[in-house]
């Protein structure tokens, strides 16, 4: 969230985060299905962490030269580690409810609303770390009138302006910043290595026939011949164009130009404190509110943000807005983490590794197209290619449950046999 506005000479942040996002891409194509099964879930979580580690060290002297290479060994590392992280919640969840005798689809989905509860509170302490440390710097003043002009949907589209509070901290205060981001990434590591206890599902230790190298290899791009799959890409990508929207143009061109870059941290602290919290209600409460329900309050809290977006000139004096939004922004960003996650998780229970590696891919693809147009497009359009998105996954997603609705007869018994067939009665996650 900090790149945008850190390292916005000549575009750097944002090309590193585009190349991130390209490699993750390429990364969630091949590598998940053949590291998850070479190593297994805790080892590519483990090996996968240090390329984030490898990123910040990356940052302590950024340039072309150290940033671009260590965001794509990050990207490389993502798409292991998420597809592994996934596995490893579904089969945990599978085997808690078969040993507690409970619905397989709520302990998952339960499972991804505490991971995200957790997972989302690292933007409290991440972001608490970066505005503490960046608000000491000296580089803060008031803006003129001129420059909250160039604030907003209607950008000015140049580097030059609000230089008062756009102007980069100093290095000690950088080196501070990503020395301790440096050393929670060793730590974390460290944690994994330690603790986290080695899962295995019984569908794998049951297979008597090894599946081969490039049928292993292709796993990701076959799980495309499923129409599911397909309707559901929409919906992912839409992940990584509302993220990167908020994180990269929203902290730029709203808080970093008419507040400061200081505030970038505690904008991103509301939006994953509220994001946390509701991670957590949406996993627990889904069963019983069902996930169109929650799909519908997120696309409806989403729109209302970048209605806003578009309409609102930002200005100082109206401070709580500038937290309103992401606020909105992080309970729908909730729904759209846990549910499409859980329900990825079961749609495809036979196809795990493959079908998360597909959601890293096409969340990967939405990043990719957002960051790489980001420098060159104004906030407005940006904002309404976001909403378009929103409209089209929408539909898609309609048609996903319409299709399983057409397929679940209605009994709890009723199950598919093929792999990729859905496996519980889709009715109320």
């Known amino acids: 969230s900090l790149q945008s506005s850190l390292n916005a000479e000549e575009g750097l942040g944002v090309a590193s985060l585009s190349v991130l996002y390209a490699a993750l891409t390429l990364s969630s194509m091949f590598l998940p299905p053949i590291i998850i099964k070479k190593l297994g879930c805790k080892w590519t979580i483990a090996v996968s962490m240090c390329c984030y580690v490898a990123y910040s060290l990356g940052n302590f002297y950024a340039s072309w ?10 990207g490389l590392g993502g798409a292991p580690l998420w597809s592994a992280k996934c596995t490893y919640l579904t089969i945990a969840g599978t085997l808690y409810a078969e040993k507690a005798g409970k619905n397989a689809k709520d302990i998952i989905s339960q499972y991804f609303g505490i991971f995200f509860l957790v997972f989302q509170t690292s933007g409290v302490w991440g972001n608490l770390i970066s505005s503490l440390i960046l608000s000491q710097s000296s580089n803060q003043g008031e803006i003129s009138k001129e420059d909250l002009e160039c604030c907003g949907a209607y950008d000015c589209l140049t580097d ?3 230089s008062t509070v756009s102007e980069r901290p100093s290095n000690s205060l950088i080196y501070t910043l990503v020395g301790v981001y440096t050393a929670s990434g060793v730590l974390a590591v460290l944690l994994v290595i330690i603790f986290l206890d080695q ?9 008597k026939e090894k599946p ?4 292993t290899f292709l796993a990701t791009l076959r799980h495309l011949k499923d129409k599911r799959q397909c309707l559901l890409i929409p919906l992912t990508m839409y992940s990584g164009f509302e993220q990167a929207f908020l994180s990269g143009d929203y902290s730029k061109s709203f808080v970093t130009c008419a507040l400061g870059i200081h505030y970038v941290g505690y904008m991103m602290i509301c939006f994953a404190g509220i994001n946390s919290l509701c991670s957590l209600l949406f996993g627990k409460i889904s069963q019983f509110t069902g996930r169109k329900l929650l799909f519908a309050l997120a696309a409806v809290l989403n729109t209302s943000c970048i209605t806003t977006v578009l309409l609102w000139k930002p200005d100082p004096k109206q401070l709580a807005v500038f937290f309103v939004i992401p606020g909105l922004w992080g309970v ?10 859980a329900f990825y998780g079961i749609l495809f229970e036979k196809n795990k590794e493959a079908a998360f590696a597909n959601y890293r891919l096409w969340e990967s693809v939405g990043f990719v197209i957002a960051f790489a147009y980001s420098t060159k497009l104004q906030v407005y359009v940006k904002t309404y290619i976001v909403l378009s998105v929103l409209v089209l996954s929408m539909v898609t997603y309609g048609a996903v449950e319409y299709l399983e609705a057409k397929s679940s007869p209605g009994t709890p018994a009723a199950t598919n046999k093929e792999n990729g067939g859905p496996h519980f009665q889709e009715t109320h996650m």
Do not use: C, G, R
């Open 65 to 74: 030269y150290t940033l671009i290479p260590t965001s794509m060994i990050l």
């Open 160 to 162: 030059t302006t609000n």
């Open 199 to 207: 899962i295995k599902s019984d569908q794998a230790e049951t297979e």
């Open 212 to 215: 081969s190298f490039w049928s």
């Open 332 to 341: 729908s960003d909730a729904v759209w983490q846990t549910q499409t996650n």
